[in-house]
């Protein structure tokens, strides 16, 4: 069963840093990943989606990395600004199903 | 608007009662998924169509619900005889699905928030 594990669970930044946020998978027969993110109370916007032969996407200040191999995922976030604050969720489309396996997400705060 | 749109956008009922939502999808996608969120948990999948046809469904889709799409347009998701553990916000999605394989953006709903009383 894909389980998939988002780590820190929150994270509070100064404006203008640059951040990390991971992801891992635990196992990699998938077809892509997706990184969204999520307002309070609000639906899912998607940020990036990395095809499983890629290894990664950007756009404009978000790079996604994509390493299939050993589970893992991370979202770079370059100058964050407040309008950054919301939960980053991760999800994979597991090979065999059109299902999305999302994690936990990771609440991220940024003060300016 | 030609995003993805979900009415009620909040639904507070009595344990009990049946509840229906309904979802549009972006007009031209064939997929359409049904996802479950709880606070502080990410969406979880329930179910989805391939136009009119309902091709997986998660085991946490009990007998108490059933998701239609009649016609491959708007779909609905019916909860009988709610719970109090029914109470979530309920999160449709929609993508392209053309060709073989999962390698379609998933383009969200604003969600449908249930409450039972």
């Known amino acids: 069963k894909q389980e998939v594990t988002q780590i820190p669970a929150a994270l509070s930044v100064p404006e203008g840093e640059n951040l990390v946020l991971n992801c891992s998978f635990t196992?990699?027969?998938?077809?892509?990943l997706q990184w969204f993110r999520q307002d309070p109370g609000k639906g899912l916007t998607s940020l990036l989606l990395?095809?499983?032969?890629?290894r990664e996407q950007t756009s404009g200040r978000l790079n996604a990395s994509l390493d299939k191999s050993s589970g893992r995922s991370t979202l770079y976030i370059a100058a964050s600004q407040p309008g950054d604050s919301a939960t980053y969720l991760c999800?994979?489309?597991?090979?065999?199903?059109?299902?999305?396996?999302f994690g936990k997400g990771t609440k991220l705060t940024v003060n300016p | 608007d030609t995003g993805v749109s979900q009415d009620p956008r909040h639904k507070i009922t009595k344990r009990g009662q049946n509840v229906t939502f309904r979802c549009d999808p972006i007009?031209?996608?064939?997929?359409l998924y049904w996802y479950r969120q709880t606070l502080g948990q990410g969406p979880e999948f329930l179910t989805y169509?391939?136009?009119?046809?309902?091709?997986?469904k998660s085991r946490l889709l009990s007998d108490r619900f059933s998701a239609e799409r009649p016609k491959g347009s708007f779909s609905t998701l019916e909860i009988q005889r709610t719970e109090q553990g029914d109470s979530a916000m309920y999160l449709c999605?929609?993508?392209?699905?053309?060709?073989?394989?999962?390698?379609?953006?998933?383009?969200f709903g604003p969600g449908t928030r249930l409450t039972v009383l």
């Open positions: 196992d990699s027969a998938i077809y892509n």
């Open positions: 999605a929609s993508s392209l699905g053309v060709g073989v394989g999962s390698t379609d953006t998933q383009y």
């Open positions: 007009s031209e996608h064939n997929r």
């Open positions: 169509f391939q136009n009119e046809a309902q091709l997986e």
């Open positions: 990395i095809q499983s032969s890629q």
């Open positions: 999800a994979v489309n597991q090979g065999g199903s059109e299902k999305l396996v």
